[in-house]
């Protein structure tokens, strides 16, 4: 069908089905900035156009429908290819992050302020209500548009974006927008789906409807005759080899429990046959020939009936250990069960025990517990709840692979390149030379990414046909077979004194791994091991255990099991404070740690080895206290005119870490190219956080250069060196570092070529704006141009390279409080968050206004796990709200009606130019501040997340 149309001022004609979506028919013609989040849900906005003048859905009309209409899609708003006035000021707000939607979110708001040319807060938050921001929350969007109105009314922007630090810096510290920002923003197809060729051709998975199953026959005869098939793979034909998906440094403290398929399927959603087809018809179609007998086994899908005598094995098969192989190994795999179990090996002990159930465990502490408990005035003893949450990026997990000379190579959005290579190489069985992974931008991650979830199966799949092979999880995918935030029981024992002094900690956490153990022995000790160093405790105990299920799988997410942690060891002291009449201000004052305290506790919290204790370094805590308290006038009880809503306040202090001291390693190559720019060649993964950003300022703050002569290359395996990748908050400590290594390098073969150029002292040299070395001794100067044309003339000593390795035992730990106010109607139960303020130290903030915006996005997500978001499994383990609008992912109405993100300046030694990590931390401080709020509003204390109306109304006797 052929559909006349004006498309971004031009008259067009659109070619395809009568049936087919708008939204495809846009992209496939070249309108890249028109994605799709949802599958045509209807909730993300991803797909908004402007269709006859009015916002749409473009997911929800048909082509045939588009016949004589007038289109317009975020390309209409360059103008002269430059961004327009609204862009502009989104990029300058900060707003723009991973940005998978950002083109839609300016060509909604373009339309509103075409409309309204000053609009109002409410009109601004109406029509926002139509798009879902994950990354950066939506607060900055506010000042976006006012930011917008300023440039086209005045010229220039005269509102203030972000707090500036360290003004004896250039550029560290001082909003400028992110280096990748316009393309992000004016919807250059710079995601992996951008990448994808025409002939390529598509992965389809085939799932198990069971919990938990044996394969006992698979027959793909019929599927492997139609034309358009090109492979098959199950169980059957796959590598017999054992991995596991966590992107984490090797030895892995995770164990190989997986094959590509296996011959029990452990989940519902688990792989059972992997097709490569043609097209998405034909994968379809191929699916429905497979002929698949199963052998249903009992399922276990909580901590407690895991651990239960007799319970069902999600695993049974022998154990490996390469390393550390306890004595009683040959008689303990002696009780391996059925051989289509498969095995499981440990690169090292975990203290598992399959046999029943655990995965990983350890435990620890520090001084006398009995005694602790002993001097304690009062002890409370409580069991805290969390559920099962997904992380739902605007961009779905997504690879394309095909062979080059000889080649594999992956386009991927990853968090972790490098691991990813190397866990493909496993995979396919050949050396890493021969694999090239290729970051491109990251449509949204927050953890999940940093699992290889898709890459290996797609890269198997292009190896052995020689195809190009596209895979795209649908949104439902991401839910059941995709990971998700480990859901903990964890239970709190504190004692304290009537001063307030806290005598002994003890915690016992029981994390759910679900089927595959990624991550999980470090995120339950996350739970421990970023909250207990708060506290300036002689006492302190911890025990975790982590049990296998029948759920949807787990793994990294934003917090890494502090989230968890901080909501149990805040609650408890709250209720303690309680108990013992104490302020709960005052409690928190007196046992935080300060800088220099030496934290002993950190000797057995360790990633699966002995940890290192190490003094407190640069914190912000008090700062962070006082004034957040000042902000919410702690103390002062506020009064509803209303006498069904009550209003109370809480808060918690938070920490995390900047990367992991000792494990992480990042590396950069520093290049003055020969016109006397810089190419820096980073194996980081800019996420959208603005890492990318961060190193291009490194480089102009260390060799006086603008920003626009500096390009950054990164998260390429080929061009690019090592480094451990975007998790555990690492990138602005390690890879920046990385950078400013390299850097720092560099400017050293400058100043020694430019002595010898020069005929000076080197000692007598240095360099300045717009990129020159002078001669403090002489007045003379060379700038870079003249400099390295002489070096690489053919009689000068080559073009001036540095690389940069950056490894560390440091620690340099953020630290935060954050704040809530929250109303609660005793009527209905009903939960209003009507004030939040995160407060939080990240030392020298490199990029501030893409800082306070992470710490919106990240509280945003914390808000949501805390009041909203809940993957529901019916009784057979299958999730039942495998969508966005069934799942309660929190939109801007549910937003705080007052929200404000606020930077403590602290100075770290460490970290480049003394930053440290500033977004993970923000996703701890919300479930502890809030449910200590609702406390204070209506003498309930709900233990488990997320806090509902009913669990308030339960609580108040009411139902």
Same mark, same amino acid.
């Given at each position: 069908?052929?559909?006349?149309?004006?498309?971004?001022?031009?008259?067009?004609?659109?070619?395809?089905?009568?049936?087919?979506?708008?939204?495809?028919?846009?992209?496939?013609?070249?309108?890249?900035?028109?994605?799709?989040?949802?599958?045509?849900?209807?909730?993300?906005? !991803?797909?908004?156009?402007?269709?006859?003048?009015?916002?749409?859905?473009?997911?929800?009309?048909?082509?045939?429908?588009?016949?004589?209409?007038?289109?317009?899609?975020?390309?209409?708003?360059?103008?002269?290819?430059?961004?327009?006035?609204?862009?502009?000021?989104?990029?300058?707000?900060?707003?723009?992050?991973?940005?998978?939607?950002?083109?839609?979110?300016?060509?909604?708001?373009?339309?509103?302020?075409?409309?309204?040319?000053?609009?109002?807060?409410?009109?601004?938050?109406?029509?926002?209500?139509?798009?879902?921001?994950?990354?950066?929350?939506?607060?900055?969007?506010?000042?976006?548009?006012?930011?917008?109105?300023?440039?086209?009314?005045?010229?220039?922007?005269?509102?203030?974006?972000?707090?500036?630090?360290?003004?004896?810096?250039?550029?560290?510290?001082?909003?400028?927008?992110?280096?990748?920002?316009?393309?992000?923003?004016?919807?250059?197809? /710079?995601?992996?789906?951008?990448?994808?060729?025409?002939?390529?051709?598509?992965?389809?998975?085939?799932?198990?409807?069971?919990?938990?199953?044996?394969?006992?026959?698979?027959?793909?005869?019929?599927?492997?005759?139609?034309?358009?098939?090109?492979?098959?793979?199950?169980?059957?034909?796959?590598?017999?080899?054992?991995?596991?998906?966590?992107?984490?440094?090797?030895?892995?403290?995770?164990?190989?429990?997986?094959?590509?398929?296996?011959?029990?399927?452990?989940?519902?959603?688990?792989?059972?046959?992997?097709?490569?087809?043609?097209?998405?018809?034909?994968?379809?179609?191929?699916?429905?020939?497979?002929?698949?007998?199963?052998?249903?086994?009992?399922?276990?899908?909580?901590?407690?009936?895991?651990?239960?005598?007799?319970?069902?094995?999600?695993?049974?098969?022998?154990?490996?250990?390469?390393?550390?192989?306890?004595?009683?190994?040959?008689?303990?795999?002696?009780?391996?069960?059925?051989?289509?179990?498969?095995?499981?090996?440990?690169?090292?002990?975990?203290?598992?025990?399959?046999?029943?159930?655990?995965?990983?465990?350890?435990?620890?502490?520090?001084?006398?517990?009995?005694?602790?408990?002993?001097?304690?005035?009062?002890?409370?003893?409580?069991?805290?709840?969390?559920?099962?949450?997904?992380?739902?990026?605007?961009?779905?997990?997504?690879?394309?692979?095909?062979?080059?000379?000889?080649?594999?190579?992956?386009?991927?959005?990853?968090? /972790?390149?490098?691991?990813?290579?190397?866990?493909?190489?496993?995979?396919?069985?050949?050396?890493?030379?021969?694999?090239?992974?290729?970051?491109?931008?990251?449509?949204?991650?927050?953890?999940?990414?940093?699992?290889?979830?898709?890459?290996?199966?797609?890269?198997?799949?292009?190896?052995?046909?020689?195809?190009?092979?596209?895979?795209?999880?649908?949104?439902?995918?991401?839910?059941?077979?995709?990971?998700?935030?480990?859901?903990?029981?964890?239970?709190?024992?504190?004692?304290?004194?009537?001063?307030?002094?806290?005598?002994?900690?003890?915690?016992?956490?029981?994390?759910?791994?679900?089927?595959?153990?990624?991550?999980?022995?470090?995120?339950?000790?996350?739970?421990?091991?970023?909250?207990?160093?708060?506290?300036?405790?002689?006492?302190?105990?911890?025990?975790?255990?982590?049990?296998?299920?029948?759920?949807?799988?787990?793994?990294?997410?934003?917090?890494?099991?502090?989230?968890?942690?901080?909501?149990?060891?805040?609650?408890?002291?709250?209720?303690?404070?309680?108990?013992?009449?104490?302020?709960?201000?005052?409690?928190?004052?007196?046992?935080?740690?300060?800088?220099?305290?030496?934290?002993?506790?950190?000797?057995?919290?360790?990633?699966?080895?002995?940890?290192?204790?190490?003094?407190?370094?640069?914190?912000?805590?008090?700062?962070?206290?006082?004034?957040?308290?000042?902000?919410?006038?702690?103390?002062?009880?506020?009064?509803?005119?209303?006498?069904?809503?009550?209003?109370?306040?809480?808060?918690?202090?938070?920490?995390?870490?900047?990367?992991?001291?000792?494990?992480?390693?990042?590396?950069?190559?520093?290049?003055?190219?020969?016109?006397?720019?810089?190419?820096?060649?980073?194996?980081?993964?800019?996420?959208?956080?603005?890492?990318?950003?961060?190193?291009?300022?490194?480089?102009?703050?260390?060799?006086?250069?603008?920003?626009?002569?500096?390009?950054?290359?990164?998260?390429?395996?080929?061009?690019?060196?090592?480094?451990?990748?975007?998790?555990?908050? !690492?990138?602005?400590?390690?890879?920046?570092?990385?950078?400013?290594?390299?850097?720092?390098?560099?400017?050293?073969?400058?100043?020694?070529?430019?002595?010898?150029?020069?005929?000076?002292?080197?000692?007598?040299?240095?360099?300045?704006?717009?990129?020159?070395?002078? !001669?403090?001794?002489?007045?003379?100067?060379?700038?870079?141009?003249?400099?390295?044309?002489?070096?690489?003339?053919?009689?000068?000593?080559?073009?001036?390279?540095?690389?940069?390795?950056?490894?560390?035992?440091?620690?340099?730990?953020?630290?935060?409080?954050?704040?809530?106010?929250?109303?609660?109607?005793?009527?209905?139960?009903?939960?209003?968050?009507?004030?939040?303020?995160?407060?939080?130290?990240?030392?020298?903030?490199?990029?501030?206004?893409?800082?306070?915006?992470?710490?919106?996005?990240?509280?945003?997500? !914390?808000?949501?796990?805390?009041?909203?978001?809940?993957?529901?499994?019916?009784?057979?383990?299958?999730?039942?709200?495998?969508?966005?609008?069934?799942?309660?992912?929190?939109?801007?109405?549910?937003?705080?009606?007052?929200?404000?993100?606020?930077?403590?300046?602290?100075?770290?030694?460490?970290?480049?130019?003394?930053?440290?990590?500033?977004?993970?931390?923000?996703?701890?401080?919300?479930?502890?501040?809030?449910?200590?709020?609702?406390?204070?509003?209506?003498?309930?204390?709900?233990?488990?997340?997320?806090?509902?109306?009913?669990?308030?109304?339960?609580?108040?006797?009411?139902?």
């Amino acid at each position: 069908m052929e559909v006349k149309c004006r498309l971004n001022g031009e008259n067009i004609i659109l070619r395809g089905e009568p049936t087919d979506r708008l939204r495809d028919v846009l992209y496939h013609t070249g309108c890249y900035s028109v994605r799709d989040s949802d599958d045509a849900e209807g909730f993300a906005g !991803s797909d908004t156009v402007i269709f006859n003048g009015q916002l749409k859905y473009s997911n929800f009309i048909l082509l045939y429908q588009a016949e004589g209409a007038d289109i317009k899609t975020a390309e209409s708003l360059l103008v002269k290819g430059e961004l327009n006035y609204v862009q502009k000021a989104m990029v300058a707000a900060g707003i723009v992050q991973s940005a998978y939607n950002a083109p839609a979110a300016a060509l909604i708001l373009t339309w509103l302020l075409e409309k309204h040319p000053n609009p109002t807060r409410e009109q601004i938050k109406d029509v926002l209500t139509g798009i879902f921001i994950r990354d950066a929350g939506y607060e900055h969007y506010y000042l976006a548009v006012k930011l917008a109105c300023e440039l086209r009314d005045q010229g220039e922007f005269k509102t203030e974006i972000a707090p500036s630090f360290r003004p004896q810096l250039d550029i560290i510290g001082k909003p400028a927008g992110k280096i990748d920002g316009a393309a992000l923003v004016s919807g250059e197809p /710079v995601f992996v789906e951008d990448k994808v060729p025409a002939n390529a051709w598509c992965l389809h998975v085939l799932r198990s409807p069971f919990a938990s199953a044996y394969i006992k026959s698979i027959d793909t005869s019929e599927a492997e005759k139609l034309d358009g098939v090109a492979a098959i793979i199950t169980a059957e034909n796959c590598p017999d080899v054992y991995y596991m998906q966590a992107g984490q440094g090797t030895p892995e403290p995770s164990p190989h429990d997986r094959r590509l398929f296996n011959r029990k399927v452990r989940h519902v959603g688990d792989r059972v046959a992997g097709i490569v087809a043609r097209t998405p018809e034909i994968a379809d179609k191929a699916a429905s020939l497979i002929k698949v007998e199963y052998e249903p086994t009992e399922a276990v899908f909580t901590v407690e009936e895991a651990m239960a005598p007799g319970a069902p094995l999600v695993h049974n098969g022998p154990v490996q250990y390469n390393a550390g192989a306890p004595d009683d190994l040959e008689a303990y795999n002696k009780l391996q069960g059925d051989p289509r179990e498969g095995k499981v090996v440990y690169q090292f002990p975990l203290h598992a025990d399959i046999h029943k159930n655990i995965a990983a465990s350890n435990k620890g502490g520090i001084g006398d517990m009995e005694k602790g408990f002993a001097e304690a005035d009062a002890i409370v003893e409580r069991t805290y709840q969390t559920s099962q949450i997904q992380h739902t990026p605007l961009e779905p997990h997504v690879c394309y692979a095909h062979v080059e000379s000889g080649r594999l190579v992956l386009n991927c959005a990853t968090q /972790v390149p490098y691991h990813v290579r190397r866990i493909v190489s496993w995979v396919c069985g050949i050396p890493e030379n021969k694999i090239h992974v290729i970051k491109e931008r990251v449509g949204g991650g927050y953890g999940s990414k940093q699992d290889i979830l898709v890459e290996e199966l797609t890269g198997y799949a292009a190896w052995i046909t020689k195809k190009p092979v596209y895979y795209r999880n649908t949104r439902a995918e991401e839910f059941y077979a995709n990971s998700t935030r480990h859901p903990m029981r964890v239970h709190v024992k504190m004692g304290g004194k009537k001063d307030g002094t806290i005598t002994a900690l003890f915690m016992e956490v029981c994390a759910n791994t679900g089927p595959y153990g990624n991550h999980c022995l470090t995120v339950p000790m996350n739970s421990c091991s970023k909250t207990m160093p708060l506290f300036k405790v002689d006492n302190m105990a911890y025990d975790l255990k982590v049990y296998y299920t029948n759920t949807p799988p787990a793994g990294a997410y934003q917090g890494y099991g502090t989230p968890k942690g901080t909501y149990g060891i805040m609650m408890a002291m709250a209720e303690l404070a309680d108990k013992l009449g104490v302020d709960y201000r005052t409690m928190v004052e007196k046992n935080h740690v300060e800088e220099g305290y030496m934290l002993e506790i950190l000797k057995g919290l360790g990633e699966g080895r002995e940890g290192a204790v190490v003094p407190v370094g640069s914190c912000g805590l008090d700062e962070a206290i006082e004034r957040g308290c000042d902000m919410i006038d702690w103390g002062k009880k506020e009064v509803s005119d209303d006498p069904d809503w009550k209003i109370g306040k809480g808060f918690a202090m938070i920490m995390q870490g900047s990367g992991l001291p000792g494990l992480d390693h990042a590396e950069a190559i520093a290049k003055l190219e020969t016109d006397g720019t810089v190419i820096l060649n980073s194996g980081g993964a800019d996420l959208g956080t603005g890492l990318d950003t961060i190193s291009a300022k490194i480089v102009a703050e260390v060799l006086k250069l603008p920003m626009d002569r500096i390009t950054v290359v990164s998260g390429d395996t080929d061009s690019c060196a090592f480094d451990t990748g975007a998790y555990a908050s !690492s990138g602005t400590f390690f890879s920046g570092n990385a950078s400013l290594v390299a850097t720092t390098k560099l400017k050293e073969l400058i100043l020694k070529e430019a002595a010898l150029q020069m005929e000076e002292k080197v000692e007598n040299l240095d360099v300045r704006a717009p990129g020159e070395v002078y !001669s403090r001794a002489s007045g003379a100067t060379l700038s870079y141009y003249d400099l390295v044309h002489t070096a690489t003339s053919g009689t000068g000593r080559g073009q001036m390279v540095a690389h940069g390795s950056f490894v560390t035992n440091a620690s340099s730990v953020p630290y935060g409080a954050h704040f809530a106010q929250v109303a609660v109607n005793v009527k209905t139960g009903e939960i209003k968050v009507q004030k939040f303020y995160a407060l939080q130290d990240a030392g020298t903030p490199i990029n501030p206004e893409i800082a306070l915006c992470q710490m919106y996005g990240a509280v945003m997500k !914390s808000i949501g796990h805390s009041l909203y978001e809940d993957m529901k499994l019916d009784k057979n383990g299958k999730c039942i709200n495998a969508n966005l609008t069934d799942y309660g992912a929190p939109m801007i109405d549910e937003a705080p009606e007052d929200f404000k993100s606020v930077l403590i300046d602290v100075d770290d030694k460490f970290g480049p130019y003394g930053a440290k990590s500033i977004s993970e931390i923000a996703c701890n401080g919300a479930a502890p501040a809030i449910g200590i709020a609702i406390h204070d509003a209506c003498g309930v204390w709900l233990r488990s997340w997320p806090m509902t109306p009913e669990k308030i109304l339960k609580a108040l006797g009411k139902i």
